[in-house]
């Protein structure tokens, strides 16, 4: 399979969205340009899009809903469970923990981490927070495929390190600040701000 | 200026972050190759994206760092300030009241609504929450920008119906729900899971 652009990746996941819910009211077939207003795009960009994964869909009659989510699921690696591990039990970590959407994708977060006294012990979501120190350690012992980063600024680089020292091998980071990882780790920045900023492009040039 | 699809948009706030870094740092000159690792993408990419606003740029030296990021805010209507509106005190809303990059970009939250009676009156971050069923009266009297939206999927049309109504242009959704608004309102869905989907991705393809 050859890689494929961020972007593209992006559309993919917003057309399983729109996939599955029209399973939900019980469409069979599907018209790319159906799937192109969902992503935000072209009927031509939908076709390019799948057509890099292989042969879907017959001319005049659009893609069978239910075979396409399948693909897109396996694309996407959504076949299986996914251990998170959270480091950074403040606002943005207490909203993340109890969002019911990762757990629904199979991206279940199995442990909290904090350095604050006050907080380790307490149950988020049922979930107890650890004390940050026993991160690597307990990575050792409970390998995540994935970690999210909801520290502060000035702590995530050192919690990044060790993270990457006990071989997660990929994270996605919502502390505002740039973060360095070694090659063949995986690091996707959040910025909340990029979503208003789209908005705010919309405004300024309607 | 002709119309930009919402990956160029996002590339767009990408770069300008990396440009705002680099003005930090003393940089003055910045190549596409640079802005490229940054954006996710590739050299000719972002001399395409930055060519649809117009000439930028010198062969062979760069971009002008400081003129550049002036020109992006200016593109992505940040030169002013919005006031937005957010509905539903909930964990989310709780983790958005209190981001500090909404503020730094211009993106005012000056109120906060909610239905349960325990949080209206509470102060988040300086904001009091008020009562929901005051928002189309209050909207007519401070109209906002932009709202966000962060209430259970069950609430969130009628949440929308009410801020179209009141005349406010764009939404930004956190509802994991599809929601219908007329032409001329700009609505975007945020959905955490999305991220962690182009990790399971990554992680799918290594």
Excluded at 127 to 148: C, G, H, W, Y
Excluded at 152 to 178: K, R, T, Y
């Amino acid at each position: 399979m050859r890689k494929v652009s961020e972007s593209t990746v992006r559309r993919l996941s917003l057309y399983l969205r729109f996939l599955e819910q029209s399973l939900v009211h019980g469409l069979t077939t599907i018209s790319s340009g159906d799937l192109a207003r969902r992503g935000g795009t072209t009927s031509a960009q939908v076709r390019k899009d799948l057509s890099s994964f292989g042969s879907f869909g017959k001319r005049g009659l659009g893609y069978s809903v239910p075979q396409l989510a399948t693909r897109i699921r396996d694309i996407l690696g959504l076949g299986r469970a996914y251990r998170v591990v959270l480091v950074g039990a403040g606002k943005i970590g207490g909203a993340l923990v109890h969002y019911e959407g990762f757990r629904q994708r199979g991206f279940q977060i199995g442990a909290i981490y904090d350095r604050d006294p006050k907080k380790v012990g307490s149950r988020w979501n049922g979930v107890v927070v650890r004390d940050v120190k026993r991160l690597e350690a307990d990575l050792t012992k409970e390998p995540s495929d994935i970690a999210i980063v909801t520290t502060p600024a000035e702590s995530a680089q050192a919690v990044v390190d060790a993270l990457v020292a006990a071989g997660v091998p990929a994270i996605l980071n919502f502390a505002p600040v740039p973060l360095d990882v070694p090659a063949g780790v995986f690091l996707k920045h959040v910025n909340m701000a990029l979503e208003l900023e789209a908005l705010s492009y919309a405004l300024a040039n309607r």
